[in-house]
């Protein structure tokens, strides 16, 4: 599991390259909470490398949505592939965050 980032000038994006498990999920959510200890405005979650989500890492996003919404910022989610856009539309977390095709998308409609 490897999270990275950078910065735009209308979010963060933050890359998550393997799957987010639940062996994975509490490391990846410290890593992106260490991101955002600046004062950031909008994040793009970029998971074009992910092919599984536990729930775990569906609580990890949810959490850091509301944080941001709290904050007046947005959460977005770019690049799924068909695996885990089936797990977020089971979830009903399509209907909770954006989510784009791609990271020039996001960017643009933020």
Do not use: W
């Not at 209308?10 to 410290?30: F, I, M, N, R």
């Not at 970029?46 to 949810?62: D, F, H, P, Q």
């Amino acid at each position: 599991m490897e999270i990275t980032s950078k910065s735009t000038e209308k979010a963060v994006v933050v890359y998550v390259d393997g799957d987010l498990t639940t062996a994975h999920s509490p490391d990846v959510g410290a890593e992106i909470n260490e991101i955002l200890s600046e004062n950031i405005n909008n994040v793009i979650i970029n998971i074009e490398r992910v092919n599984y989500i536990a729930s775990t890492g569906l609580r990890i996003i949810l959490e850091l949505g509301k944080r941001l919404k709290e904050q007046d910022a947005e959460l977005v989610i770019c690049s799924m592939n068909a695996t885990t856009r089936s797990v977020f539309d089971m979830s009903g977390f399509s209907k909770i965050f954006r989510i784009f095709d791609t990271e020039e998308d996001a960017l643009n409609e933020l």
